[in-house]
């Protein structure tokens, strides 16, 4: 039972990673395989990562952070949306002026990867919070934090690979697309932020 429902947890932990994976191989259709897997490895190690630490550091801190979680992750997706339309945009104004049969593909940078990995995977602190209250075995939530983190990589790599495969068909839109899809992101995140207001 305890690990169907860490299965079940790191698939729900894993869904905002999966988004931003995608909206990277739509962004760049021609990724490499060696690339998208540390893309994956990336969010997969920030999934695992949080948790642990927001587990050893709930008994503490966790009253006086827990309500800032939201807002930063919302503030960092927002921004990542934002620059990836207005990027977009001008993409698209240039294709549009030069008339070029094809764009040249969108570079996801290693900055970015790092932002992103963070932002989506800020809210698995609170993962680590609750961990404290349904265990204190250590060993049994570093084994959920592992499966969160692994669950995360696995899903993320295969949503990279779907990206880049429908990203050829969209790529004078790619920037935009993902752009929108950070938006929504933050959006959800803010949501979150709100509810806690209230």
Partial sequence: MFLLESFILSITMAADAMCAAAS?????????LSKGFLIALSFGVFQFIMPVIGYFISFAVYE???????????GIMALLGIKSLVDGIK?????????????DTTKVKPLEIFIQSIATSIDALSVGFTLTASTSNV???????GIIGLVTMLLSFLCVIFGKKIGIYIEKYASIISGLIFIALSIKFLVEAIMLVL
């Fill in 24 to 32: 990277d191989g739509i962004k760049e259709h021609d990724i490499k």
């Fill in 64 to 74: 006086y952070i827990q309500f800032y979680i939201p807002w930063i992750a919302f």
């Fill in 91 to 103: 993409e698209f104004k240039s294709s549009i002026n030069e008339e070029r049969n094809s764009l």
């Fill in 139 to 145: 060993s049994e939530a570093m084994l959920t934090c």
